[in-house]
């Protein structure tokens, strides 16, 4: 695998290096070994499947507070995805800033989502499913989230907005006040 650091501490876009024959093709996802390289000490204890039937599917932006703050590890395996990572860690030097990336099932990219971090993604095909492993179960008592069109971030979404649930409708935008989750 290559780990490719993002403009974000901690964030990496990593890349399978899958061998190809005549079959098809095998890869790896995930190594402890190579994890641990870039600083992952913690276990994946949640797999998550999400399949979204429509380009234009908006999810998010996300997070779980502390002390159920979490990793996440997401792939998508069908169709197409704009990702989206925002730090939103109080004491970091790039707090409120964000990255993208497509994970498409072709290119087999994943990101590696620290601690700190809201996570949305925008889908670009039908039918897309993404896998996420996650570091802590899902706490609903400590998840947040903020808008996916707040203006203080200005995400460049690349479609029309096409589906978006009633409670990521509901999440605020940001504003001066917001000081961000602490990461022990």
């Not at 159920?68 to 998508?76: T, Y």
């Not at 939103?88 to 601690?115: A, C, G, H, W």
Request: charged share 25%; net charge neutral; hydrophobic share 35%.
């Amino acid at each position: 695998m290559i780990f490719h650091a993002t403009n974000l501490e901690g964030a990496f876009v990593i890349e399978p290096e899958p061998s190809r024959d005549r079959r098809g093709l095998f890869a790896r996802t995930f190594c402890r070994r190579e994890f641990a390289a870039i600083g992952h000490d913690k276990e994946f204890v949640q797999f998550n499947h999400s399949l979204n039937r429509k380009p234009g599917t908006v999810r998010g932006l996300h997070y779980q507070n502390p002390p159920h703050a979490e990793i996440k590890l997401i792939r998508c395996v069908r169709g197409a995805v704009f990702d989206v990572i925002v730090d939103i860690r109080r004491d970091s030097r790039t707090f409120l800033q964000y990255t993208s990336v497509e994970l498409t099932e072709r290119n087999m990219k994943m990101i590696y989502v620290p601690e700190g971090f809201a996570h949305g993604f925008q889908t670009l095909a039908p039918a897309t499913e993404l896998i996420y492993h996650h570091t802590a179960y899902y706490a609903p008592g400590s998840e947040g989230g903020i808008r996916y069109d707040d203006p203080l971030l200005g995400i460049p979404w690349p479609l029309p907005v096409a589906e978006l649930s009633e409670k990521d409708q509901g999440y605020p935008h940001l504003d001066s006040g917001f000081s961000g989750v602490r990461v022990f």
